[in-house]
């Protein structure tokens, strides 16, 4: 069973475009727009399309996602009928995943330069935390001891509740 169920497949020649709506079983909350776009190129061999996700919707209590998508042939057409704000926000999609992609590699040999200096560098980190902690504990403790001790103030009248029931009993 395939993870994209087709609700909808209409050819829109008016506007020469194509109106996909398709359901994704299991992804819900879990989904995001460029991994749908890609979904879609794969399922219906989109290569060389511009796919544009209009619309993802949650379904409550069920782990479903109703995507609609138009599909254009020419990005000019596209542009011109679909509000530039979705494809601002497509753009700034794409571009942490790209710049993601480009920091991952300089990430990895920074690592393998640091890696003699890191244990080092934990220790001294680790000593320094115990010691603040050390420092915190002796600070609370000497706030939370009291300075004077409060005792039920006893008025010089009063008896020992013994005593009180011995006279109510006489």
């Known amino acids: 069973m395939s993870l994209i169920e087709t609700v909808s497949d209409v050819n829109n020649t008016f506007l020469s475009r194509r109106e996909l709506t398709c359901n994704f079983a299991g992804l819900g909350g879990k989904l995001k727009k460029l991994e749908a776009i890609e979904m879609i190129s794969k399922e219906f061999k989109l290569d060389g399309k511009i796919v544009i996700p209009i619309r993802l919707d949650n379904h409550v209590g069920k782990p479903m996602i109703t995507g609609t998508f138009y599909v254009y042939d020419d990005e000019e057409l596209a542009k011109k009928h679909v509000n530039p704000a979705i494809f601002s926000r497509l753009d700034k999609a794409k571009k942490p995943t790209e710049e993601n992609k480009e920091e991952k590699p300089a990430e990895e040999k920074a690592e393998v330069k640091s890696e003699d200096a890191k244990p080092e560098e934990d ?48």
């Open 123 to 170: 220790k001294k980190k680790k000593e320094s935390a115990k010691q603040e902690k050390i420092k915190n504990s002796k600070e609370e403790k000497a706030e939370e001891k009291p300075k004077d001790v409060k005792t039920e103030d006893k008025k010089p009248d009063a008896k020992p509740e013994e005593e009180k029931d011995k006279e109510k009993s006489e």
